[in-house]
């Protein structure tokens, strides 16, 4: 504000003093020498010395200004004053543009997105497969209807709160969390619900999952929990790191449950040895593990074969498809979960795996292992590639170089899919059965809003009372996101 009205304040004193030597001459009376300067010539010199100190004042506040927006928003490069700086992710708009200083005092800004997710599938068993799950019926409904809030309270703070309306609840929560960004030595610190770090493909969203499901061994992630924790990358971003602590088992509200314990710790961390951004190539190797000590003091491990429109671990959702394999709950004092991960992309070839062990410490009962792994190839025909997040350690999904026309085979990417995935929940006393699943799938990016996907699943269960059983599955999606 002074910066502003030190033009004024020269004016207005001309203007006085003109208008006192004025009244003086119309009463007769000589001019005030209180008023009047010496000559006109100190007048005009005084105005030019008032200037002067003017443009100072108004150098030394924009100078306060670039510091305070350098203070704030550290990967921000200065710029004119009718400009937006230059500056790099988490500290930007969606367009890129710097967050001024005075620009983040304001007001809280928001962005909309969300997707939709319309499946059907159709399921053929073998009468052996009937005997151990049921007859399953064909269905077709919403697997998931996403709408999410996120933006910036301060240029270092932003949130996220995404709400699923087709999940048990309806709506349940997602992710709802706020992450304090640019911190000493923790560099990004991450408070709320959201998806704890295990895993290659728990931590893909899903919609941007090569097939329609996650695969088998995804069972033993603790995916979303309340928590607390931190992320960042290290050594130019080739390796990245994210650890946190949890309340276990928390519902789809971020709620805890049971009283005993019921607390838990993950972290996972990846490197790249080696990337080649021309060509989009890289390795990538990662690890997790998760500790929990459930407050419920049991803890149960279940999983469907790679198709369900509605949860089939909720009892509310009155699923169609069940789980195949099933722990049931064990009593239990703690869990140790380990996981080692494996991917390669070599232009439009893109190769993951991962393996997973489960320790139970069961109450009055012997310890427990159970183990899950899966292997899968994504090859993209029209040439695209997989963008890698690197402070993430995840793919995302592909993005067609020209926008396709649902009625034409043309434009948009297709890629094929196929994968194999196993889980065994058979220890000791607890017999949850195993299975194995092999999925071909295709995936047709029609611009970067809109994906259809099929997926044809082969589920080879061993039930522990049946037997051996098969079932095939043929599943189709449509996803829309904005």
Same mark, same amino acid.
């Given at each position: 504000?002074l910066?502003l009205?030190?033009?004024?304040?020269?004016?207005?004193?001309?203007?006085?003093f003109l208008?006192?030597?004025?009244?003086d001459?119309a009463?007769?009376?000589?001019?005030?020498?209180?008023l009047?300067?010496?000559?006109w010539?100190?007048?005009v010199?005084r105005?030019d010395?008032?200037?002067?100190?003017n443009?100072?004042?108004?150098?030394?506040?924009?100078s306060?200004? =670039? $510091?305070?927006a350098?203070?704030?928003c550290p990967?921000?490069?200065? %710029?004119?004053a009718?400009?937006?700086p230059?500056? +790099?992710?988490?500290?930007?708009?969606?367009?890129?543009r710097?967050?001024?200083?005075?620009? +983040?005092?304001?007001?809280?800004?928001?962005?909309?997105?969300g997707?939709?997710?319309?499946?059907?599938?159709w399921?053929?068993q073998d009468?052996?497969?009937?005997?151990?799950?049921?007859?399953?019926?064909d269905?077709?409904?919403?697997?998931?209807v996403?709408?999410?809030?996120? %933006?910036?309270?301060?240029?270092? !703070?932003?949130?996220?709160v995404?709400l699923d309306?087709?999940?048990?609840?309806?709506p349940?929560?997602?992710? &709802?969390?706020f992450?304090?960004?640019e911190?000493?030595?923790?560099?990004?610190?991450?408070?709320?619900y959201?998806?704890q770090?295990?895993?290659?493909?728990?931590? !893909?969203?899903?919609?941007?999952?090569?097939?329609? $499901?996650?695969?088998l061994?995804?069972?033993?992630?603790?995916?979303?929990?309340?928590?607390?924790?931190a992320?960042?990358?290290?050594?130019?971003e =080739?390796?990245s790191?994210?650890y /946190?602590?949890?309340?276990y088992p928390?519902?789809?509200?971020?709620?805890s449950?049971? %009283?005993?314990?019921?607390?838990?710790?993950?972290?996972?961390? =990846?490197?790249? *040895?080696?990337?080649n951004? $021309?060509?989009?190539?890289?390795?990538?190797?990662?690890?997790?593990?998760s500790?929990?000590?459930?407050?419920?003091?049991?803890?149960?491990?279940?999983?469907e074969?790679g198709f369900f429109v509605?949860d089939p671990?909720?009892?509310? +959702?009155?699923s169609?498809?069940?789980v195949?394999v099933?722990?049931?709950?064990?009593?239990?004092?703690?869990?140790n979960?380990g996981?080692?991960?494996?991917?390669?992309?070599?232009g439009?070839?893109?190769?993951?795996?991962? !393996?997973?062990?489960?320790?139970?410490?069961?109450i009055?009962?012997?310890?427990?292992?159970f183990?899950?792994?899966?292997?899968k190839?994504?090859?993209?025909f =029209?040439?695209?590639t997989?963008?890698?997040?690197?402070?993430?350690?995840?793919?995302?999904? &592909?993005?067609?170089?020209? *926008?396709?026309?649902?009625?034409?085979?043309?434009?948009?990417?297709?890629?094929?899919?196929?994968?194999? /995935?196993?889980?065994?929940?058979?220890?000791?006393?607890?017999?949850?059965?195993?299975?194995q699943?092999? !999925?071909?799938? &295709?995936?047709?990016?029609l611009n970067?809003h809109v994906k259809?996907q &099929?997926?044809?699943?082969?589920?080879?269960?061993?039930?522990?009372?049946?037997?051996?059983?098969?079932?095939?599955?043929?599943?189709?999606?449509?996803q829309a996101?904005?």
């Amino acid at each position: 504000m002074l910066s502003l009205c030190l033009p004024k304040l020269s004016v207005h004193a001309l203007a006085l003093f003109l208008c006192a030597l004025a009244v003086d001459v119309a009463c007769g009376q000589a001019p005030s020498t209180r008023l009047l300067p010496p000559s006109w010539e100190h007048v005009v010199w005084r105005l030019d010395q008032l200037e002067r100190e003017n443009a100072e004042f108004r150098a030394q506040l924009q100078s306060l200004e =670039t $510091e305070a927006a350098a203070r704030d928003c550290p990967g921000c490069e200065p %710029g004119a004053a009718d400009a937006w700086p230059v500056c +790099s992710d988490p500290l930007c708009n969606d367009d890129g543009r710097a967050l001024f200083y005075r620009e +983040s005092q304001r007001a809280t800004t928001i962005d909309w997105s969300g997707f939709i997710q319309l499946d059907s599938g159709w399921i053929a068993q073998d009468a052996a497969n009937i005997a151990a799950v049921g007859d399953i019926e064909d269905t077709t409904g919403l697997r998931r209807v996403r709408l999410r809030a996120s %933006g910036r309270l301060l240029p270092r !703070t932003s949130y996220v709160v995404d709400l699923d309306f087709a999940a048990s609840g309806h709506p349940s929560f997602r992710d &709802v969390k706020f992450t304090l960004h640019e911190q000493p030595i923790f560099q990004n610190i991450v408070i709320g619900y959201y998806a704890q770090p295990f895993g290659l493909e728990a931590m !893909t969203s899903g919609r941007e999952l090569l097939l329609m $499901e996650r695969e088998l061994q995804f069972a033993f992630a603790p995916f979303r929990q309340t928590g607390i924790g931190a992320r960042g990358t290290a050594l130019n971003e =080739t390796v990245s790191w994210f650890y /946190s602590g949890y309340r276990y088992p928390t519902d789809s509200f971020g709620v805890s449950e049971g %009283g005993s314990g019921g607390w838990g710790f993950a972290s996972r961390g =990846t490197a790249i *040895p080696y990337y080649n951004e $021309e060509n989009n190539s890289l390795v990538h190797f990662g690890a997790s593990y998760s500790f929990a000590d459930p407050g419920t003091n049991q803890v149960q491990y279940a999983i469907e074969p790679g198709f369900f429109v509605k949860d089939p671990t909720s009892s509310a +959702s009155g699923s169609t498809v069940p789980v195949f394999v099933d722990t049931g709950n064990i009593p239990t004092s703690y869990v140790n979960v380990g996981e080692l991960e494996f991917a390669a992309q070599l232009g439009s070839l893109n190769l993951q795996a991962e !393996t997973v062990g489960a320790f139970v410490e069961q109450i009055d009962g012997p310890r427990l292992a159970f183990s899950g792994a899966m292997a899968k190839m994504a090859y993209v025909f =029209t040439g695209e590639t997989h963008a890698y997040d690197r402070q993430e350690g995840i793919f995302r999904r &592909v993005q067609p170089t020209e *926008p396709g026309s649902f009625l034409s085979l043309g434009g948009g990417a297709w890629e094929g899919v196929a994968a194999w /995935s196993y889980i065994d929940l058979n220890d000791q006393n607890i017999q949850g059965g195993t299975m194995q699943t092999f !999925t071909m799938g &295709v995936n047709r990016y029609l611009n970067n809003h809109v994906k259809f996907q &099929v997926n044809i699943v082969r589920a080879l269960l061993d039930d522990p009372d049946t037997g051996p059983s098969a079932a095939t599955v043929a599943a189709f999606r449509a996803q829309a996101e904005f």
